[in-house]
C-alpha cells in the first residue's frame, strides 16, 4: 500500500519521470525545476535501496549540482523512498537557480537544434570555438587582403527572438541590424560587409608597420588607429589615422626636444597642401 502510495505521489509530481521497466528499478524522463524540464535517470538495485542508486544527468543538470555533489549523496543515504528524494533534489536545484543567475535561462531543446541548424548554413569550417552552453561562438573571417579576423556572438536564450551581442576587434563600434527572422548566416555577411570597409584603413596601416620603426604600440591589435614612429635623433611623431579616410593627412603629432621637432614641425606645416 506504501509502495503505490509513493508511486503515486511520484507520477503526479513528476509526470515526465516514468519507470522504464517493469521492476521498476529504472526511471527516465525529466524533473521540473522552476519551469525547466531537466532530464534524468534513476537506476535503483534489485532491492530499490536508494543508498545504491545511481543517477545519470543532463549536463544542465549537471552544471546546476556543481558543488552540490555531497548534499545529493547524503540525501540519497537518508530518504526513505524515491518520491521525498526527488522532492529534495528539486529543492537543491532552486537553491542552485537562485545563486547562479547565469543558470536561470537555460535554453529549450529547440534552441540547439537552431543553433545546429545555423551552423550547417553558414559551414562549420568557420567556428573556431563554442562554449559548452551553445551561447558563446568565436567565428573566423578573412578580408580581401587575407587578413584573419575573429567574430564573437553571444547569443541569448530567445534566439532568435532576442539580438545577440556581438564583438570584434575593429577601430570602429560595430553596427549589426537583426530581426527575430534573422540568422547567423547573415550576421556573418554583415560583418564581412564591415571588414571590407575597413580593408583600406588596415592596407594603409600595414604599409605603415612594414616600412617605419614603430615605438608604439609594442603589438598593435586590428583596432588600434594610432602608431608612433621613430624618426631620429630623439625623435618620433604620433600619427592618428581615420577608419573611415584613410587616405586623409592623418593628425600628426612630434614628440621631442624642441629644438629637434621645431624645424621639422615647420617643414610639415609648409608641405602639409602637398599631401
Known amino acids: 500500500m506504501s509502495m503505490s502510495f509513493t508511486e503515486d505521489s511520484l507520477c503526479r509530481d513528476n509526470p515526465l519521470l516514468l519507470p522504464v521497466n517493469e521492476q521498476k528499478t529504472v526511471y527516465?524522463?525529466?524533473i521540473t525545476v522552476q519551469d525547466k524540464d531537466l532530464r534524468i535517470k534513476i537506476i535503483l538495485p534489485p532491492d530499490l535501496q536508494l543508498k545504491k542508486a545511481k543517477l545519470h544527468c543532463c549536463w544542465q543538470l549537471k552544471h546546476l549540482l556543481r558543488g552540490y555533489e555531497a548534499i545529493v549523496k547524503q540525501r540519497l543515504q537518508q530518504s526513505a523512498d524515491l518520491s521525498s528524494f526527488i522532492l529534495?533534489?528539486?529543492t537543491i536545484l532552486e537553491v542552485g537557480l537562485k545563486s547562479r543567475p547565469e543558470c536561470r535561462s537555460i535554453p529549450p531543446p529547440q534552441y540547439y537544434s537552431q543553433i545546429i541548424s545555423e551552423m550547417e548554413t553558414l559551414g562549420?569550417?568557420?567556428?573556431v570555438y563554442i562554449d559548452m552552453e551553445f551561447q558563446t561562438l568565436k567565428l573566423k573571417a578573412e578580408d580581401s587582403s587575407g587578413r584573419q579576423h575573429m567574430f564573437t556572438v553571444r547569443l541569448k536564450a530567445k534566439h532568435p527572438a532576442e539580438a545577440p551581442e556581438c564583438s570584434a576587434d575593429l577601430p570602429v563600434p560595430l553596427s549589426v541590424t537583426w530581426t527575430?527572422?534573422?540568422t547567423l548566416e547573415q550576421l556573418y555577411s554583415q560583418f564581412l560587409l564591415v571588414?571590407?570597409?575597413l580593408t583600406e584603413f588596415w592596407d594603409v596601416l600595414d604599409e605603415i608597420d612594414e616600412k617605419t620603426w614603430i615605438l608604439e604600440p609594442e603589438n598593435p591589435s586590428r583596432s588600434d588607429t594610432m602608431r608612433r614612429i621613430?624618426?631620429?635623433n630623439n625623435v618620433?611623431?604620433?600619427v592618428e589615422v581615420d577608419p573611415r579616410h584613410p587616405k586623409m593627412l592623418p593628425e600628426c603629432c612630434l614628440l621631442g626636444a624642441e629644438h629637434a621637432v621645431t624645424p621639422?614641425?615647420?617643414?610639415?606645416n609648409a608641405n602639409m597642401h602637398l599631401w
Not at 562549420?124 to 567556428?127: A, I, L, R, T
Open 230 to 232: 621613430a624618426i631620429g
Open 180 to 182: 527575430p527572422q534573422s
Open 195 to 197: 571588414l571590407e570597409s
Open 264 to 268: 621639422l614641425r615647420n617643414k610639415l
Open 236 to 238: 618620433s611623431i604620433k
Open 124 to 127: 562549420w569550417d568557420k567556428m
Open 88 to 90: 529534495e533534489l528539486k
Open 28 to 30: 527516465d524522463g525529466f
